[in-house]
């Protein structure tokens, strides 16, 4: 990226610039220690194996087609995923909200400019990545996702990860990381540590799970944190 452009998004991230000397000094051992490390993998639900799906049309097919839950009578589309099929670092966010649901793609609206201004301080801009939701379908307006959906649709997510093989899985929101990991842990406490992620049993994925993009919009004063999560992410790959 050219400085000039990382310079302006690392300002609107509220970043100190001086504090960013280079790629290297970003993952050196001066910055920010990992403040914990937990590597106990979180099993993928097999459970529900959906019919064979090892290619990208065929899960968009059976996506597309969905009426797994009752979000299926209330969405304008469905909202897959987008990005690079063979990105290193994937994204995954919650559900579409309002625009996503008009223009059938993940992060495009308010908080999807502001994720791209992360990806692209990160390093990892937006085209580069792969982004998906835990929902591929708009919860009415907007309400948190209910169990029963978010099981119906694991599966999608699964082969997602599983095609994808991704070697970071960054989670941004409280729902996105509970329900990825299927714990009930508090945001606070799942940031600043190292999860992992089985989609494919004995492969683990590193999984660090940062703040949701609409809450840093009401809560800017919390942008300074998703750096420090940013730099433990780029510290795994
Ligand atoms: N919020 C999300 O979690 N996902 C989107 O796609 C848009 C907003």
């Known amino acids: 990226m050219e400085p000039a452009r990382r310079l302006c998004y690392l300002q609107a991230l509220g970043i100190e610039v001086y504090r960013l000397r280079s790629r290297a000094s970003a993952n050196s051992t001066e910055e920010q220690p990992v403040e914990s490390v937990c590597l106990e993998p979180q099993q993928g639900d097999f ?7 090892d290619n990208w049309d065929r899960l968009q097919q059976y996506v597309k087609s969905c009426q797994k839950c009752s979000l299926a009578a209330s969405r304008t589309q469905t909202v897959f995923g987008t990005g690079n099929p063979t990105a290193s670092w994937m994204v995954i966010g919650e559900a579409p909200g309002a ?59 699964l082969e997602q990860i599983k095609l994808v093989q991704p070697e970071l899985i960054l989670c941004v929101g409280r729902i996105a990381a509970q329900q990825l990991l299927q714990v009930d842990t508090p945001i606070g406490k799942l940031r600043g540590s190292v999860h992992a992620f089985e989609a494919i049993p004995g492969q683990s994925i590193p999984v660090i799970v940062t703040y949701h993009p609409a809450y840093l919009l009401r809560s800017p004063g919390e ?9 433990l992410a780029r510290q795994q790959h």
Do not use: M
């Open 47 to 53: 459970s529900q194996p959906l019919p064979k799906t």
């Open 99 to 157: 625009d996503e649901d008009r223009q059938g793609e993940p992060f495009v609206g308010r908080a999807g400019q502001l994720l791209d201004e992360i990806l692209w301080a990160a390093g990892h801009p937006r085209e580069t990545v792969y982004i998906a939701n835990i929902l591929k379908c708009r919860p009415p307006k907007n309400r948190d996702p209910r169990p029963e959906e978010v099981t119906a649709c694991r599966p999608y997510l």
């Open 223 to 231: 942008k300074r944190k998703v750096w420090q999560d940013i730099k």
